[in-house]
């Protein structure tokens, strides 16, 4: 890309044969934008799409086997990281993986390292550098269940988490999972007529399964 003029706004970019001459292409960043302001995310998306068919044209113009490069896609909408946060019963924090904690009512164990990408480009425009090595920790059931609003779950990367640990918790499998949790935690307060967070954890273990 940058031999043909671009360099994108985004390090470590990725760029993937699929099948044929269809690829997938991951090689946009946005910076300082705010998650929650439709404003802001419509001109990232807009910045964005620009950005990668400057990408694809800078590509193209190499000639040889990039010369028939073209967009067929992009994604509906940009992905956005982080929004406006839920605090739960519960708090995972950069302890949580700097000790590898556990938890009686654990319903998810996370193996997955702390990966912050860039937020300032000015300072890089890749994944910064863990602060502490990680270790395998718990998410507790509680983690899911607001602690200001009644019946209000969440699950996937909106869980209750700070800047590091949602950095390492927000990936797909744990997402899967947690997402199966909220559903039969909630399944299991409407039955008995109760909040989520008075179900008792004797009967949500069981049926929820614990952290393996």
């Known amino acids: 890309m940058e031999r ?3 360099s994108p706004a985004y390090s470590k970019s990725t760029l993937f044969q699929l099948r044929d001459d269809l690829c997938a292409m991951m090689a946009n960043h946005e910076y300082g934008v705010l998650g929650i302001n439709a404003r802001d995310v419509t001109a990232a998306t807009l910045r964005a799409r620009g950005e990668v ?12 086997p990039w010369s028939r490069m073209r967009v067929v896609a992009t994604a509906t909408q940009i992905g956005v990281r982080e929004g406006r946060p839920v605090r739960g019963r519960y708090v995972v924090t950069a302890d949580a993986l ?3 904690r556990r938890h009686e009512d654990a319903v998810c164990r996370v193996t997955f390292g702390a990966d912050v990408h860039a937020t300032d480009p000015t300072k890089g425009k890749g994944i910064g550098r863990s602060p502490f090595r990680t270790k395998p920790y718990d998410i507790p059931l509680r983690v899911l269940i607001s602690a200001d609003a009644d019946n209000l779950l969440m699950a996937g990367r909106r869980i209750s988490g700070d800047f590091i640990a949602h950095s390492s918790h927000r990936v797909t499998g744990n997402g899967v999972r947690l997402g199966e949790v909220a559903g039969a935690l909630a399944a299991l307060a ?6 989520p967070r ?10 929820l399964g614990a952290a393996g």
């Not at 068919?53 to 040889?64: D, E, P, Q, T, W």
């Not at 008792?200 to 273990?205: K, L, Y």
């Open 198 to 207: 008075d179900v008792p954890w004797n009967e949500a273990g069981a049926r």
């Open 53 to 64: 068919h400057a990408l694809v044209a800078a590509l193209r113009s190499l000639g040889g």
């Open 98 to 100: 700097r000790e590898g």
């Open 4 to 6: 043909g003029g671009k």
């Open 190 to 195: 409407a039955l008995r007529g109760v909040a």
